[in-house]
């Protein structure tokens, strides 16, 4: 059974860093595209970054630049490195997993971690 658990989400003021991790077990990543979506409040969900399983890496044009996306397979997590943060990428942030190499549909969640920018 795969299972995703995030961490590290807070609230830090604008132009700070958070780094996002996400746990993932019941499967072997390096076979999964893997990505992180957010969903802010009263907002559509919002794929952030992806990381195939070509080991290509792509980014939401709101966090290009800002955001990188990692994954280490031996200890099977997800990261993601947040710099310059502003107030709206303030929302619930979540790790995804597919076994599909499309990376369009992801069946896999975790419980999500919720990021607060203040101005």
């Known amino acids: 059974q795969v299972q995703l658990v995030e961490s590290g989400g807070g609230s830090v003021q604008a132009g700070g860093s958070l780094r996002l991790s996400c746990a993932a077990s019941g499967y072997t990543l390096s076979s999964y595209c893997m990505a992180w979506f957010r969903q802010a409040s009263g907002n559509q969900r919002e794929r952030v970054a992806v990381?195939?399983?070509?080991?290509?890496?792509t980014y939401a044009d709101s966090v290009k630049g800002r955001f990188t996306i990692s994954k280490d397979n031996a200890k099977t997590t997800l990261s993601l490195q947040m710099n310059s943060l502003k107030p709206e990428d303030t929302a619930m942030y979540y790790c995804?997993?597919?076994?599909?190499?499309?990376?369009?549909?992801?069946?896999?969640w975790g419980q999500g971690t919720q990021v607060t920018v203040s101005s």
């Open positions: 990381f195939d399983t070509h080991g290509s890496t």
């Open positions: 995804a997993a597919s076994s599909s190499s499309s990376c369009i549909w992801f069946p896999y």
